[in-house]
């Protein structure tokens, strides 16, 4: 019973960080009808993120020779937090802004810029490794270079790209993001794996007998703080109201003067912080190895937590999380090499059994 | 105030309008009429910028709407109550009324004020206010479509078949609400399949046919020309 209700916290747990995850699906979802399979490596720029400000750019103290810097550790997690929100909503924004909004609205002279460097990157980054490090300045000066060279093929080829409502073109192009932020994370951040340091003052809980650890808990008030707020401002905000409607609607969303792609650029960040704040969350709180494919696994799986809410659907995507991580949980304590396909085999019943998702509705259009 | 010219409008491959020119002076009600498939909701899309000429051009007090993103029509003074009504189905009354004042949402005095116009205008609508719009009959999820087009205080209304799929006495009633919303100073860009009806509140009207306009004439004129009696008034 106790061993029960102990890994029922441990799925809870798990779950909230699904949701958070699988709420930036949905909500991308609702307004582009647009799986975008980037999201999970947007969660990995939040756990690199959290590593870095842990480890170098914020003057955390090791508490194990410093026990009375506590507060002053806390205080830094919590300015991590914000900071691995704040970085990856404007990943999602650059996402957003020079991924999908040229496969909306066509190829811009801006969009050329931006991928002739992106372009660039791979060929910068073999001219770094053939250097030693004293000439970073070189091989960084080349990639400017060569990203401005590359500029006009790109505007050429950019003339051949008619905008597309497509949604195969679209499902390329997420995967295409994919791909360059987990290979560019290898290339930038390394392949090796990384650890955050114990950062906040560990404690076990005791509670009726039941034993856990405070950090899991740390998890789940932020993460059901952070939903608490998303839910705020999706109801009673205008941003959110205009996100409701554009879900709902996007022609419609027009004709009300809405201004859409701003308000897309606007879910992409909401969605984004959302999967940052978990990524450093799980990275500094149950020491997993950061390396760049540390979103590929939770993403997928809060993929699936999205579609076994109903895709779009806000609430869904919440229930969906949690209801993941409970039963991969429970599954996992009796049998843990099911762990990773429980995912799976809930998504080919939730697609037999009820296409539309938990909470999704098929709603009939009234005459 | 509005001036099309020469519209001609595609959907990929398939063309929806051939050359479509017309004109909305101040204060009048203008009908479209047509059959199925003539182009008149692709004109008025193309008002709205939801979709882009490939030639030819709509101005609106000498703007060429085209060259505009599509939530800046709305600015300027042009709304759209869209064929099918298209309201915020999850959303209560009140917030898709708040939603068709989305660009004037710092005026909350204003907004209040044209609420409770909206609500004399269409008393159904005061009863259903915090109803979710999905649970609306059709009839009154056409006047929400026109009530929430208002909100954005159009000097240049488009209505694109405020009577389809209505009881007739409903469609009579639209029809009085119509006359009484222009009377208030606002031009009305009106498409019907309606004709009869349609005909009896303009002042003047254009006949589509396959993207193209084959007749312009006054209202009146209109209601006595014999092909139009037999074609589109079932004579
Ligand atoms: N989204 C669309 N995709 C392709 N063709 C369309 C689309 N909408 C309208 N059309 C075509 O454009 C033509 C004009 O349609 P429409 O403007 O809706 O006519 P009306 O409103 O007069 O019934 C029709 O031939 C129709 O089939
Ligand atoms: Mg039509």
Known sequence: MQEFVQNLIYGVETGAIYALIALGYTMVYGVLRLINFAHGDVYMIGAFVGFFACTQWLPFKDLSQHPEAATLNVLLAIVTLFLAMLICALLGIVIERFAYRPLRNGFRNADAHFWGFVAALPLTAFVGAMTTTKRQGAFLAVGVIVGFALRPAMAYLSKKIKPSSSRLNALITAIGVSLVLENGGINVFGADPKFIPDILPKRQISLLGIEFDSSRVVILIVAAVLMATLRYIVLYTRPGKAMRAISHDIDAAKLMGINTDRVIAFTFALGASLAGAGGFMVAAFTNIKVVPLFGLQPGLKAFVAAVLGGAGNIPGAALGGLIMGVVESLVASKYPQWRDAVAFILLIVILLVRPAGLLGKNTAEKV | ?235
């Open chain 2, 1 to 235: 105030m509005l001036v099309i010219q020469d519209l001609h409008v595609y959907y990929g491959a398939i063309r929806a309008l051939d050359g479509i020119s017309l004109t909305v002076n101040e204060g009048e009600i203008v009908t479209m009429i047509g059959a199925n498939g003539a182009g008149k909701s692709t004109t008025i899309r193309t008002i709205s910028v939801l979709v882009r000429p490939r030639s030819g051009a709509a101005m609106f007090e000498g703007k060429a709407l085209h060259t505009l993103p599509a939530h800046e029509i709305v600015t300027l003074g042009v709304s759209q109550s869209p064929e099918g009504r298209r309201v915020f189905a999850n959303m209560s009354v009140r917030e898709n009324l708040e939603l068709g004042a989305y660009v004037h949402h710092k005026k909350k005095a204003q907004i209040q004020e044209d609420m409770d116009k909206a609500f004399a205008l269409f008393p159904r609508l005061k009863e259903r206010e915090n109803q979710s719009a999905g649970t609306l009959s059709g009839g009154e999820q056409q006047m929400l479509a026109i009530g929430r087009a208002l909100m954005s205080r159009p000097r240049l209304l488009l209505l694109d078949e405020p009577s389809l799929g209505l009881a007739p006495f409903l469609v009579q009633t639209i029809f009085q609400i119509i006359q009484d919303i222009n009377k208030t100073g606002v031009t009305i860009l009106l498409v019907e399949q309606n004709a009869n009806q349609a005909l009896r509140v303009a002042h003047r009207g254009y006949v589509l046919e396959t993207g193209r306009v084959v007749l312009a004439d006054t209202a009146q004129n209109l209601l006595s020309n014999d092909s139009v009696r037999q074609a589109y008034l079932g004579e």
